[in-house]
């Protein structure tokens, strides 16, 4: 496609349901990333893919936030038993070489309410 | 760690008067400087972005950023403001050898007519 798509644009959760957000990278961009932005905030990093392989998980918050990118393409984070403090934009962004963040172009994110 | 400041969550400026954003980050080692630019209800856009070589950069928009490594800062500037420049500005780094932004918590420009 002609840039990173995210699914769905906006989701609204009730405390305690599970959710799956989607990422459609740039086709054939190598490396994918996931950030959270809080309302107000700067976006934190959460999680790094290269191809299908998961190389930096380091910024995920708890064992409830999970992520995937079964083969190398799409990539979906999920979220188990969601909290109010879930509620943010989720934020994609792929870049077409290895570990090159510096490269990286964003979708337009999903803003997720939890209520 | 990484940290990136910028001062003024908000700033106001007349249509037609200089675009002053300020951006000051913490580093032992020069990383890669950007600026992002994000409108209500969509996805970061780059601006300009420093990586290596002339430290005085130019971006879209007319906006262009000066890093300069004595003062740690990558202040954005832009001549003359237009109405369409009201956004929120994101200024953000990378470590030359890392793979993850860290951003600051933006801040938020209006335009008066």
């Known amino acids: 496609g002609a840039g990173v798509s995210q699914s769905p644009r906006y989701k609204v959760a009730k405390r305690g349901q599970d959710v799956a957000l989607r990422c459609d990278p740039i086709?054939?961009?190598?490396?994918l990333f996931w950030y959270q932005q809080a309302l107000g905030q700067g976006p934190e990093f959460l999680t790094y893919?290269?191809?299908?392989?998961?190389?930096?998980k380091s910024g995920l918050p708890s064992d409830r936030f999970f992520a995937e990118r079964p083969e190398g393409s799409v990539s979906t984070l999920k979220i188990q038993r969601t909290q109010q403090e879930d509620s943010a934009v989720y934020l994609c962004?792929?870049?077409?070489?290895?570990?090159?963040?510096?490269?990286?172009?964003f979708g337009q994110g999903t803003r997720l309410t939890v209520v | 760690a990484q940290s990136v400041t910028q001062l003024g969550s908000h700033v106001s400026v007349s249509e037609g008067a200089l675009v002053l954003l300020r951006c000051n980050y913490s580093?032992?080692?020069?990383?890669?400087l950007f600026w992002y630019v994000q409108y209500p209800n969509q996805g970061l856009q780059l601006l300009l972005k420093?990586?290596?070589?002339?430290?005085l950069v130019k971006g879209i928009n007319g906006f262009e950023a000066e890093f300069k490594k004595s003062e740690t800062s990558f202040h954005l500037t832009k001549p003359s403001a237009h109405m369409s420049d009201a956004a929120e500005y994101f200024c953000?780094?990378?470590?030359?050898?890392?793979?993850?932004?860290?951003f600051g918590t933006g801040t938020s420009l209006t335009v008066i007519p």
């Open positions: 953000a780094v990378i470590l030359n050898t890392g793979n993850q932004f860290y």
């Open positions: 086709s054939g961009h190598v490396s």
């Open positions: 580093s032992s080692v020069p990383p890669y």
């Open positions: 962004a792929s870049s077409q070489r290895e570990g090159q963040a510096s490269e990286a172009f």
């Open positions: 420093y990586t290596t070589g002339a430290t």
């Open positions: 893919f290269q191809n299908e392989a998961q190389l930096d």
